[in-house]
């Protein structure tokens, strides 16, 4: 899988990037790191794979991992708190630029990541349980021409359409055929 090379000059030249700039240009907040993070193929197919094979958002794949690298977590542990909400949102439009650039697309509203912990004006938002420590939210995405695998919701819709006599109810993956033969 080609990787999608995101340099600060593409990152600033995207419509949200740009709004950013205090981010990417601030030299005491390890932006460059994040870039160098995101240029790599293994990461960017956990990303890619993280939707049709899991049915999760792509950060998933890879942000335990990037909250585990120490200068991130030091980063993010000790920032006031605009600054880390800011880098924080910053590291999510990295996302949304490399999985467009990959032919994703954005189909609804972000989901939670993980259970917040109570928020507090001094210290940095972060969970107590969950995907992730640090990140609050992650979008979920489809590929532009059509998701290799159907959701459990399609595949159930597309059952109760081919069995004309029976009801059939359908459970979080589990599916139950009922009536007479």
Not at 11 to 21: E, N, R, V, Y
Request: charged share 30%; with cysteine; net charge positive.
């Amino acid at each position: 899988m080609a990787v999608m090379r995101v340099s600060r000059q593409v990152f600033l030249s995207d419509a949200q990037g740009k709004k950013f700039a205090d981010v990417a240009n601030d030299v005491n907040q390890p932006f460059d790191f994040v870039l160098k993070f995101f240029d790599d193929s293994d990461r960017q197919r956990r990303m890619h794979e993280s939707e049709p094979h899991h049915a999760r958002a792509p950060w998933d794949g890879i942000v335990r991992e990037l909250e585990a690298q120490s200068v991130i977590d030091r980063f993010l542990r000790g920032a006031e708190v605009r600054r880390n909400t800011r880098f924080r949102q910053a590291i999510e439009v990295l996302v949304r630029i490399i999985m467009e650039g990959k032919k994703w697309q954005k189909p609804g509203p972000q989901g939670p990541l993980a259970t917040q912990a109570s928020r507090s004006n001094h210290h940095p938002a972060h969970h107590t349980g969950g995907m992730a420590f640090w990140f609050v939210r992650a979008e979920r995405y489809e590929l532009a021409d059509s998701m290799a695998y159907s959701s459990v919701r399609q595949r159930c819709q597309e059952l109760k359409s081919s069995v004309p006599r029976r009801s059939i109810r359908c459970v979080v993956g589990i599916i139950q055929l009922s009536g007479q033969d």
